[in-house]
């Protein structure tokens, strides 16, 4: 797919007040600083596009972005911040799983996992929570191009060995770097695959 066009529609903390329409939507979801925002501007082309931070905790709110006017992109808050207070995380937690539960228009979560590290239990127990809820849902290994191609590969093949002793098969996977630009391609034909569906 080509993006011809990307442009910001609206952010909020309400699923409620989230764009009225029929359009289908994509969600990417993440623990905080996994790479979220900068995927987004990645995939659109866009520099700036969603606003990224070296800080963890940036993203905080519900973000819709319009593409190619027929479907939304969204970015969500980071989970799993150590450093947010009690309440602020609650809040999050709340307005992210009402996200999940209630918008009928999200065709497919993407969620988030740096290649770098080992599986971590809040991913797991984040994807468990999907699948309990019947959302649909692929993985996106990010910051590839901080690991060496071996190592990328054991840590991979690693994750889906852990995924296969709670899953019966691994969902969807795409590898993706937003230096590189690694991943792109695959995820925006594949997002374009479904909505031609
Ligand atoms: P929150 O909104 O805080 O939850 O974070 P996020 O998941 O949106 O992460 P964000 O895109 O803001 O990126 C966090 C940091 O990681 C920034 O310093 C980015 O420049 C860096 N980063 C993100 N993706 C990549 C990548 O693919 N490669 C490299 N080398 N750095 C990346
Ligand atoms: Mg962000």
Sequence with gaps: MKIKSAEFVVSNTRVDQCPDSKLPEYAFIGRSNVGKSSLINMLTGRKALAKTSAKPGKTQLINHFLI??????????????????????????????????????????????????????IDMEFMQWLGEHNVPFCIIFTKADKMKPKALERNINFYQEKMLESWEEMPEFFISSATSKLGQEEILDYIEAINTE
């Design 68 to 121: 190619n006017k027929n479907w939304h992109l969204v970015d969500l808050p980071g989970y799993g911040y150590a450093k947010v207070s009690k309440s602020t995380k609650r809040t999050f937690q709340k307005f992210i799983t009402a996200y999940f539960e209630k918008r009928a228009q999200m065709v497919c979560a993407f969620v988030l996992i740096d290649s770098r590290h080992e599986p971590q239990p």
